[in-house]
């Protein structure tokens, strides 16, 4: 594609959140009280899922085992309706189809970008996947999640700041993931195997081949300048466009 770069995104590892801090003895204590708030937070969140969980088991025991399911479910992939099959009270094959129109990314889900600088974003998606849900315990709603997806998500960037002062001209790239199909890995809390009404959340990762990321904006300023532009895209790959993709997914669905 004439005027375009492309490049294939890689693997980043999670950022510490403790910038602004320099470990001396003025801002150790606050940094510690901070960090301590923040562990007990998500301590307190994982004991409350346990509980849920151990509620949800008590009350799935005494209640029908149900064949089918049918459900929906909501993730940063957008909303998707979910069916199911329960080969017997431990197994589940299910389907999904989901998508997400396109719409403004909030500010505060987005990576700071070094070079780039300030941006604002769009994305759209669209998939659909077969996935296998495994609960070894029985009687707790607790498992992992692993299947194939096909489909497509497209990121598009544009600067807040003008490539010149005086000018009225931003950088802009599309990030776009077309590679299939891709592994998913999660674990599973609840939607047990029963009849009636059941909740569910899934924690996972989408393995992917990488994103193709591609300058759109004045192609001219692209050919007088190609070092920054190659500085932007090499910015994007390593902070925005990652080969692993967290997924977070809460689920209703009905058993019969």
Known sequence: MDGQTNTNGDFKKSKLFIWGFNFDSSNLRPYLIIQMKKVITLLSAAFIIAAASVVSAQEAS??????????????????????????????????????????????????????????????????????????????????????LASGQIENNLTASIPMHAGEDEYASYSVTYTENPVMYFGLNFGSKPVKGFQAGFDLGVLSTGGAVIQYTGDMEEYDEHPDDRAAEMDDIKSNFAWSMLPNIQLSVSYGF
């Open 62 to 147: 005494e209640k029908e085992f149900a064949t089918y399911g049918a459900g929906l479910s909501i993730s940063p992939f957008g909303p998707a309706l979910n069916l199911s099959y329960n080969i017997d009270a431990k197994n589940t094959i299910s389907v999904g189809f989901g998508g997400l129109p396109e719409g403004d990314v909030p500010e505060g889900f987005l990576p700071e970008l070094d070079v780039l600088g300030p941006y604002t974003a769009t994305g759209t998606s669209s998939w659909m996947g077969v996935f296998w849900r495994h609960r070894p315990f029985e009687k707790l709603p607790i498992g992992f999640n692993v299947g």
